[in-house]
Structures are given as structure tokens and as C-alpha cells.
């Protein structure tokens, strides 16, 4: 029924119409077709971008893997190094049979070992020993050298030297008492404040069970 009726209009009416028609039709095409079809694109292409930039990022982590891979062979080397040199546990006998061992290569007599009370710091703990040596001066410094020279630190201090009024038999002209320290790695990281913590003591060096 409308259509019929633009013919009876004016032909600049009828041409304005069918721009007016035009127009519309376009705009509605824009407003529900084109503008969603436009943020859709655009929002697969930010999602291509950010693919392409993981993809980017996983080939440079592929190209460096060996580099990786070399660092967490040398950090465990580091940490086998360090556990030798800090054992993760104190291992009394082991250290006692060290110690004999190079006293005996020293010409020293041990005559006392008593392990004292382990203090915790927050990466590892210190744990003195009270020992007692017997033999001469140049023997004892031979023993403290050679007690340095370990791949376990061990730090020699308040050393005490008293000469025997006589030789003995053994050729022992001192007795002496030191503190020896050693350092034990923390199997996991102490968080407040250090605290103590008593050690076993095994019997001295030469006592029978």
C-alpha cells in the first residue's frame, strides 16, 4: 500500500525517499553486521598476536634449554662441593675415625672426645668437640695442619698446651685440649630464632664396651 502512494509523489520526494532508504538500510547494515564482524576480527587478531608471542617465547626457551640444562649440572656439582664441605648430617664416628686416623699419622695420642651441644644458625649449625691430645709440640702442629687441610671444615681453637715433668714411655712430652668445630648444612632453613640442640656422645677415643 506504500509503495503505490510514492509514485503520486513529487520525483524529488520520491528520489529523496529511496536516498533516505538507502541510508538506513546501510547504516543498519554497519550498526548489526560490519561494527560486530570488525571487533571480532579484532579480537582474533589480538589472540593471534599473543599466540604468535608464546610460540615466539617457547622457541627461544627451546634454543636456551641446553644452556639450562648445563646450569643445573654445575649448581649440582656446587651442591655435592658444599655438601662435602658441609655435611648434611654429623656423622660422629665418621669424624672421630678421621681425626684417630691423622693422629695416629701425627704421632699423637687421642685421649679424649666429647662431642658438645650443636648450635643452629639459619642455613647450617656449628657443633664443637672437646679433645684431648697427647704426644709433643711438633707433633701437635703436624696434626692441626693436617686437620686443615680436610675437605670437612673443621676450625682448631682455644687450644690449651701443658708439658709433662717427665717424657713418657711413648716419648709424649705434652698433653693438650682444644675445641674443634665443624659445620653441619641444614636440611632445611632454621626461621627464628637459633636454638640448641643437645649431640650423642660416643665414648672416647681407646674405650672399651
Known amino acids: 500500500m ?3 502512494s510514492l ?3 513529487p520525483a524529488w520526494a520520491q528520489i529523496f525517499a529511496f536516498v533516505a532508504l538507502g541510508v538506513g538500510s546501510a547504516v ?3 550498526i548489526y553486521y560490519e561494527m560486530p564482524t570488525r571487533a571480532d576480527m579484532g579480537a ?3 589472540q593471534l598476536t599473543a599466540l604468535r608471542s608464546d610460540i615466539s617465547r617457547g622457541l627461544n626457551t627451546t634454543k636456551k634449554l641446553p644452556e639450562f640444562r648445563a646450569q643445573v649440572a654445575e649448581l649440582e656439582g656446587r651442591l655435592d ?3 662435602a664441605v658441609l655435611p648434611e648430617d654429623k ?5 672421630l675415625f678421621r681425626l684417630q686416623t691423622v693422629a695416629a699419622q701425627s704421632s699423637l695420642t687421642i685421649k679424649g672426645f666429647r662431642p658438645g651441644t650443636t648450635v643452629n644458625k639459619q642455613l647450617h649449625s656449628e657443633w664443637p668437640i672437646q679433645i ?3 704426644g709433643t709440640y711438633h707433633n701437635l702442629a ?4 693436617k686437620v686443615g687441610k680436610f675437605t670437612r671444615i673443621v676450625n682448631i681453637n682455644n687450644v690449651d698446651v701443658r708439658g709433662k715433668d717427665k717424657p713418657e714411655a711413648n716419648g709424649a712430652t705434652i698433653t693438650a685440649s682444644c675445641t674443634a668445630t665443624t659445620f653441619v648444612l641444614l636440611d632445611k632453613p632454621q626461621q627464628g630464632k637459633a636454638g640448641a640442640k643437645p649431640a650423642a656422645t660416643p665414648p672416647p677415643a681407646g674405650a672399651k664396651g
Open 2 to 4: 506504500a509503495l503505490p
Open 7 to 9: 509514485t503520486k509523489l
Open 28 to 30: 543498519a547494515f554497519y
Open 44 to 46: 582474533r587478531e589480538q
Open 81 to 83: 662441593t658444599l655438601r
Open 91 to 95: 656423622d660422629a664416628a665418621d669424624l
Open 132 to 134: 684431648e691430645l697427647e
Open 142 to 145: 703436624i696434626f692441626f695442619d
